[in-house]
């Protein structure tokens, strides 16, 4: 049953290496040829980032950028039930980082073929972006998201890049909405998945809507267990839902709650849109929620008009994601119809 039924600059090392970024392996002691001093490093996966040659030591201090600065657009969620090929991946990865300024691709569904995950690695270190991975757990009410878990956590250990590019890993999605699992025994999935990633100093989240927690007593053992705050904003669903530029009073309402009681931890708005069509698995809870091509774009609008209000939110700020690429990984959210063309203009702020 569908969700929606129910509610990323090191590129030459020797000149441009700072002495104080240990990082990065040094091949050469170099200077600027005056002073001695160095430009100073960026910061993966800021836009003005270039990837290194090499890969870098095994830890990643100094790598990520402080989660302050990654606020506002910064990126898209992207459906990978397809098992994308490796050159679709490089192809589309470019038309997000280098088309739409994205830092960031927040993965949404699962392809089990072997190595994918690999592959999703690759295309991102190609690409300067990183990844919100996920472990998946369907609306089957099966148990092969334990598998896609073993999976995911052993490429992460084993492929060398892999923790350069994966900035979180989550539990989704919708596993509270969803009645996947008591809220106490995901609060202890992602406490074990926390311990298990230590080494790599990848931070464990939930993808979820606010009502998912609410509906659940506000389930605060996994809101304390999460590292961060993966947000699904959905609000074509609410009950009280109109025109999409209407709707900033229930992105607030749903925000708040999670200042509320998060702890000031950082918040992503993760699987985040208004759809441009209905269908028979997305339906609004009000009569007065329109669904067409131009409350998708102003419902954007909304969010970059906001983008000082989501900067100032405690936990670093608030960035969000467009839900979702192509209206071929769900029909209605894509930014790109199915044809292949931009369904509006699209250049949201990635700072203000």
């Known amino acids: 049953m569908s969700l929606f039924t129910r509610l990323v600059s090191y590129l030459t090392l020797g000149a441009t290496l700072v002495a104080s970024a240990p990082l990065l392996d040094t091949i050469a002691n170099s200077t600027d040829g005056q002073d001695g001093l160095l430009p100073h490093p960026s910061c993966f996966p800021a836009l003005d980032f270039e990837m290194p040659l090499f890969l870098p030591k095994n830890n990643t201090d100094g790598w990520w950028c402080d989660p302050s600065t990654e606020y506002a657009f910064v990126g898209f969620s992207y459906e990978v039930t397809a098992c994308q090929s490796l050159a679709t991946l490089n192809q589309e990865f470019h038309d997000i980082r280098h088309h739409f300024n994205s830092r960031y691709v927040r993965l949404y569904g699962a392809c089990d073929n072997d ?78 998945a926390k311990q298990n990633l230590s080494s790599l100093n990848i931070p464990v989240t939930v993808s979820e809507l606010a009502y998912g927690y609410q509906e659940r007593g506000g389930a605060q053992d996994v809101l304390d267990a999460i590292d961060s705050i993966n947000i699904h904003m959905l609000p074509f669903f609410d009950q009280t839902a109109s025109t999409s530029n209407e709707s900033w009073p229930l992105v607030q309402n749903d925000l708040q709650w999670f200042i509320d009681h998060g702890d000031g931890k950082k918040m992503n708005l993760d699987e985040n849109g208004w759809p441009s069509v209905t269908s028979p698995s997305v339906q609004p809870n009000s009569p007065d929620a329109v669904a067409d091509i131009p409350n998708e774009h102003e419902y954007f609008v909304l969010l970059d008009q906001h983008c000082e209000d989501f900067k100032a939110t405690v936990g670093g700020g608030v960035g969000w994601f467009a839900h979702i ?28």
């Open 115 to 192: 190595g994918f995950y690999d592959d999703i690695v690759e295309a991102a270190w190609n690409n300067g972006l990183g990844v919100h991975a996920l472990i998946w757990f369907g609306f089957n009410g099966d148990d092969v998201w334990m598998t896609r878990r073993d999976t995911l956590f052993a490429t992460l250990h084993a492929n060398p890049k892999a923790k350069f590019v994966t900035r979180v890993v989550q539990f989704g999605s919708e596993p509270l909405f969803d009645n996947v699992l008591p809220h106490d025994q995901l609060a202890e999935q992602v406490i074990l």
């Open 325 to 352: 690429y192509s209206d071929n990984m769900e029909p209605g959210y894509g930014i790109y119809n199915s044809s292949g063309h931009l369904k509006f203009p699209f250049a949201p702020r990635t700072h203000c």
